[in-house]
């Protein structure tokens, strides 16, 4: 192989990478959502024919959560450095992505779309039991109704300073940018485990909780070993 070969090679495998990833994705995407079409069958009969407003008010936001949280995964897999980091990324990104489509699944079960229209985390409705779930969430007032953000996503700049790391950089960043995103979903998890309806909203929500919780102290301490601080809250 001659030295441009060689260099066109380099230049082409970040591409591969990232369309492989892409690729990975949307087969765990579909495999998820045929999981949840078929776990129509012990949901809980009749009675989940029409799910409470957290069990589809959960799935809606908790796809997106999970939806950006995939997408950080597959960038720090396509240039990050450190394997710890990148087996975590692994994780995030094949885990989430099959609860996502799981959770499409169900929402096309219950004729719900897939997105509320009308903004995020409408259906905490039990406000003091969300205020305290929120912990260090910083607000100046219990919402009241939807809001237009969810807790601990990055910002659209924060993606785009994370595309252009490479190495231990990105590994930082990654770290930094998924600890905040776990800890700003945490909130939703554990209201869903304990206000949906249905079975198997709730035993997802815990199994989340489980998975993240564990997810969150590795990050901490990965990010202690590199002398790095986790961000604020969003």
């Not at 905490?124 to 919402?143: F, L, N, Q, R, Y």
């Not at 939807?146 to 990654?174: N, Y």
């Not at 249905?198 to 301490?221: C, H, K, P, W, Y």
């Amino acid at each position: 192989m001659t030295a441009e070969e060689s260099l066109h090679d380099s230049e082409q495998s970040p591409r591969r990478r990232t369309a492989l990833l892409a690729l990975i994705g949307a087969c765990l995407l579909l495999t998820g959502f045929a999981i949840g079409v078929i776990a129509r069958i012990p949901l809980q009969h009749k009675a989940d024919a029409a799910p409470n407003a957290v069990d589809a008010g959960f799935c809606q936001d908790m796809s997106v959560h999970h939806a950006q949280a995939v997408q950080m995964a597959a960038l720090e897999l396509s240039g990050g450095s450190d394997p710890e980091v990148k087996r975590l990324a692994y994780d995030i990104l094949t885990t989430q992505q099959n609860q996502a489509g799981r959770m499409q699944g169900w929402l096309q079960l219950w004729e719900r779309p897939t997105l509320n229209p009308d903004g995020y985390m409408g259906w905490m409705t039990d406000h003091a039991s969300m205020h305290g779930s929120m912990g260090s969430m910083p607000m100046t007032a219990t919402p009241t109704g939807p809001v237009q953000s969810m807790p601990g996503m990055a910002t659209d700049a924060e993606l785009t300073q994370l595309r252009q790391l490479t190495g231990p950089a990105q590994d930082t960043l990654f770290l930094q940018l998924m600890l905040r995103h776990h800890r700003g979903g945490i909130a939703m998890v554990a209201y869903a485990s304990t206000h949906a309806d249905t079975d198997a909203v709730r035993t997802l929500a815990d199994s989340m909780n489980a998975t993240q919780q564990g997810e969150i102290q590795l990050m901490t301490q990965l990010l202690t070993a590199r002398d790095a601080t986790p961000l604020p809250m969003t």
